[in-house]
């Protein structure tokens, strides 16, 4: 459960994670989003990082669609939750070896 020192978020060890000032900035940008389809999120979030770094093109095999709608769907869940960031480690831990 985390708990707060000086603003700060902290994980039962102690890490930093986000304070609140930041949390709600991050939801609010989020929420302007809330009325774009996945699709055109995806579209601006793999076109700039495909045109930064295009070597990991071959990387993505899912069609952009699918892959559009996963990821938004992952960060809907991330930035509803990111005030409790704990109870979500494993869902997170599992998406980051997805990314291997
Ligand atoms: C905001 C950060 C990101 C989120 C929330 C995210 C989320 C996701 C999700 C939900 C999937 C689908 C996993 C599955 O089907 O099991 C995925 C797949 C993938 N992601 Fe990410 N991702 C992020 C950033 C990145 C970045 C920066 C890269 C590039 C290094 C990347 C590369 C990939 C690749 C290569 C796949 C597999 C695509 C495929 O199977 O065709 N992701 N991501």
Not at 19 to 42: A, D, M, Y
Not at 58 to 72: A, G
């Amino acid at each position: 459960m985390a708990n707060s020192v000086r603003g700060y978020n902290h994980t039962k060890e102690q890490k930093l994670i986000m304070t609140n000032t930041e949390i709600s900035l991050v939801q609010n940008s989020w929420k302007k989003l809330r009325g774009i389809q996945p699709q055109v999120i995806g579209d601006v979030f793999y076109s700039k990082l495909l045109l930064e770094a295009p070597y990991l093109k071959p990387l993505f095999k899912t069609n952009r669609p699918e892959q559009s709608t996963k990821l938004v769907a992952m960060l809907n869940i991330i930035v509803a939750r990111l005030q409790h960031l704990d109870t979500l480690k494993n869902d997170i831990r599992q998406l980051a070896l997805r990314h291997q």
